[in-house]
């Protein structure tokens, strides 16, 4: 069984910066792409960033670019995404997601809050 589970949220001030971790289990973690969405308070989920199996190619969405970095560690089974220069609407709850055998699997989420 899939299993996601998100950590390393909380409340920072604009600048600030947070590390998130979401520790994987139920697959073969490094043959599959991972994805970091993220949702707002009243709006629907939005994609972040995605490292790809393998070579570890990494993407992300204009508005995190340059601040926020997605990392994977193979051997502990564990997705990463460090925040920097963290933004007021960067403030949603983050989740960790993977598409395995054809559905997608999310975690329980971590709030972020950014705000002075």
């Known amino acids: 069984e899939v299993h996601l589970v998100e950590s390393g949220g909380g409340s920072v001030q604009p600048g600030g910066s947070l590390r998130l971790s979401c520790s994987a289990s139920?697959?073969?973690?490094?043959?599959?792409?991972m994805s970091w969405v993220r949702q707002a308070p009243g709006k629907g989920p939005d994609w972040v960033a995605t490292?790809?199996?393998?070579?570890?190619?990494?993407y992300y969405v204009d508005s995190v670019k340059g601040r926020f970095t997605i990392s994977r560690d193979n051997v502990e089974n564990l997705l990463y995404l460090q925040m920097n220069d963290l933004k007021p609407e960067d403030t949603a709850v983050y989740y960790c997601?993977?598409?395995?055998?054809?559905?997608?699997?999310w975690g329980q989420g971590t709030q972020v809050t950014v705000s002075s």
């Open positions: 997601n993977v598409l395995y055998n054809g559905d997608y699997y």
């Open positions: 139920g697959f073969t973690f490094g043959d599959y792409d």
């Open positions: 490292i790809s199996s393998g070579p570890g190619t990494t």
